[in-house]
């Protein structure tokens, strides 16, 4: 049975910040989720922190806004850091999504927006945490790993989890092998996530996340 969306008409539509690097598939699975369903929110712009990554392209053909703040442009990283929040302030997300960003945010900005920004990380946190998920849990040997999406504390994705979808590893797995079945998880994961937040429908109790 398909998903039943959980419309409130007298809530104003949620606005959505993505947060991405690189090459966004993440971030094209969340455009296309938002095209396909009803849901009670809107993507209101991309910001990444790379002037050549390939999301910025797929913000465009979505027609979405795009925001460049290029970490190479600033002469620190706190200045960076305060140029990113300033671009993020100055949308008023009720929402941030880091779908594939890559460097470590400052802790001005995960206090900012304690409980309004999410994280997708490809393994079952608290496994493998940081860089290379997929390539640590290869080397580890285990047989399930998966994807996290989780709620941005300053811990290095240490905040409460909302979901969690697992895949198997075989035998014969590499890591871009893995990455791409993983991928796949993460595409169901994160617009599923995105969704819930839109309906309301998570409370943050401590480390845990209900689902309501
Ligand atoms: C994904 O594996 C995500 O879990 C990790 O970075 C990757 C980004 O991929 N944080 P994409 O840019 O969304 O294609």
């Known amino acids: 049975m398909g998903r039943r969306p959980v419309r409130n008409d007298t809530m104003p539509p949620k606005k959505i910040i993505v947060v991405a690097s690189g090459r966004g598939s993440n971030f094209q699975a969340i455009i296309e989720d938002f095209q396909r369903n009803s849901i009670a929110g809107e993507c209101i712009g991309l910001v990444t922190d790379n002037p050549n990554a390939y999301a910025i392209t797929r913000a465009n053909e979505a027609g979405i806004p795009v925001t460049i703040v290029d970490f190479t442009a600033f002469e620190s990283r706190e200045l960076y850091e305060k140029g990113l929040l300033l671009a993020l302030k100055n949308a ?3 929402l941030v999504v880091l779908a594939g ?6 802790k001005d900005i995960v ?3 304690a409980g309004k920004m999410i994280n997708i990380h490809p393994s079952l946190l608290p496994s493998f945490p940081g860089l290379h998920g997929q390539r640590q849990a290869l080397k580890h040997g ?15 994705d240490g905040g409460p989890i909302v979901l969690q979808r697992c895949v198997r590893v075989m035998d014969d797995d590499d890591e871009e092998i893995l ?4 991928l796949i998880q993460e595409h169901i994961a994160l617009p599923e996530v995105i969704r819930l937040f839109c309906e309301d429908r998570l409370k943050i109790e401590g480390r845990n996340v209900r689902i309501l």
């Open 92 to 94: 008023q997300p009720d």
């Open 101 to 106: 960003y890559m460097r470590i945010l400052g």
């Open 111 to 113: 206090r900012e927006f």
């Open 142 to 156: 285990v047989k399930v790993t998966g994807c996290t999406v989780h709620f941005v504390d300053d811990t290095l």
């Open 179 to 182: 990455s791409q079945r993983i």
